[in-house]
């Protein structure tokens, strides 16, 4: 069993920053590959950033490129996501979400390959 607990979430201006964490905890947390996921109301549910087992192999969805950076602490078992030059689009609930074993080295970007989810929190960026 994994449970993943996200905090960080909140309404911040348009401009602002946040910091959502994802603490991870069960089986071990090397063995996750990770990933931030986002979904606003009527709109599908999309990776915005996902990070290796190794974390040295990032992905990040283009709206979100230079402006978020997703990071894992090997020691606190936690995944961070910082999110800066925030805009009214980025307004979702965001998950954190773990995929299981595979390749140390590539990140996941599909839904459906993660078996462990966060209860989500909500970001709302106010223009």
């Known amino acids: 069993q994994v449970q993943l607990v996200e905090s960080g979430g909140g309404l911040v201006q348009a401009g602002g920053s946040l910091r959502l964490s994802c603490a991870h905890s069960g089986r071990p947390f090397s063995m996750y590959a990770m990933g931030w996921f986002r979904q606003a109301p009527g709109k599908e549910r999309e990776c915005v950033a996902a990070?290796?087992?190794?974390?040295?192999?990032?992905y990040y969805v283009d709206s979100v490129k230079g402006r978020f950076t997703i990071s894992r602490d090997k020691a606190m078992n936690t995944v961070s996501l910082q999110m800066n030059s925030l805009k009214p689009e980025d307004t979702a609930v965001y998950y954190c979400a773990g995929a299981y074993g595979g390749s140390f080295y590539t990140t996941v970007r599909a839904s459906d390959e993660y078996g462990s989810w966060g209860q989500g929190t909500q970001v709302t960026v106010s223009s």
């Open positions: 990070i290796s087992r190794s974390g040295g192999n990032i």
